[in-house]
């Protein structure tokens, strides 16, 4: 598979004269840029569409930033899920942003050090400069996408927003969810607020009203580490009943940061050892009393199967 690199006015003189058989393109274009137009599209494409950051703290303090669009972790997801689906059937990755030399060239510095180690090659080429947040968060997800490609059950984390959006835009087949939300008794809460709507979108659901809250507040609450979060046994039994028929699993939480990271982070570790993967990740502070309920319910659960058998 070869990977080229290049700018829009490359790409859009290339789809004038035709693409090559067993072409693929990711088109990435800017928030006020108008997708890229083709006389005839190549046989595999994804657009995409994010301004060029190196990082998210770029845009503290800078109220022109705030406007700006952020490569997100489901864009890098649907980069690398999009690479494994064409990748045996093509003979060239076309990677197109504005200029050719910040988006595209990291997301070709990506897929080029996943599949060949030869990452270094663009970042030792003058002509380009990737962006590494980019960089960074595709090769994360071509990590992901491998495990998930050799069986293992894909585990995500969505906040209400990313959810609805999701769910507007096409929710995946096979998926369960595990959604938490704020309890009635929560301060603050609007009297309109509701869990998030999946009727229609899959047929695995649990909905769990919990207080995102750590182990020093409890008792302001009127609980202890045994009596928060009771449904924990029921979510490690609904997680392994999501994971023999084949699911994978959201963990969704109002803001995606904590409780469900914390749920997510305790199925990675259980099935796969690697929830250290979510504590690493700077978006996430993930909640470690939910983190704690849900490992120690899944690993009760795991001996009650084993002794069954």
Known sequence: MKIKICSRAVLE??????????TAVISI???DE?????YREPEFLLRLCFDDINSPF?????????????????QADQIAEFVFHCKDHIDTLICQCRWGYSRSSAVATAVKEYFFHEGMEIFSDEEYYPNL????????????????ESGRMKVSVYS???????IQEGFPEKTAVISFFDPKTSRHIPEDYRPVDYQGKTDRLISVPLHDIDLSVL??????????????????KFIYSAKEDGYDIICQCEYGESRSSGCAAAILEHFYGTGISIFADYRYYPNQVVYHKV??????????SQEKR
Request: aromatic share 14%; hydrophobic share 35%; proline share 3%.
């Open 34 to 38: 108008k997708e890229v137009g083709f």
């Open 160 to 166: 209400r927003r990313t959810v609805e959006k999701l």
């Open 295 to 304: 490992l120690d319910a899944l690993e009760a659960y795991s001996g009650k």
């Open 133 to 148: 947040y980019v960089f960074r968060e595709c090769l994360k997800a071509l990590k992901r996408t491998a495990c998930y």
């Open 58 to 74: 770029d845009m503290y303090g800078d109220s022109r930033k705030l406007a700006l669009n952020l490569f997100s972790r489901e």
């Open 29 to 31: 274009t800017d928030v």
């Open 219 to 236: 008792p302001d609450f009127g609980l202890t580490y045994d009596t928060y979060f009771p449904e924990a046994d029921h979510v490690a």
């Open 13 to 22: 003189k290339m789809s004038g004269s035709g693409f090559d058989p067993h």
